[in-house]
């Protein structure tokens, strides 16, 4: 049983690295950003979306933690 729950994890950690690879690969247009009058250098699409991911990914918890400690509901 113990093996299956591996062997099951290691299939899907494979499946998100090969969409996370395949989403980079085909996102490779450059960009630049502008907002209220900065702008970015020109990077790839897949760039700005991991790094607005990640950072969703930190402020959401923060913010929970926050509002907990508040008791707003």
Known sequence: MRGAKRVALVLIVLVVVLAILAFI???QQGVALSF?????AQMPVSVFITFSLI?????GPVL???????GVR
């Open 36 to 40: 209220f009058g900065w702008a970015t």
């Open 55 to 59: 950072l969703g990914m930190v402020i």
């Open 64 to 70: 929970g933690v926050l509002f907990r400690r508040k």
């Open 25 to 27: 690969l085909e996102n």
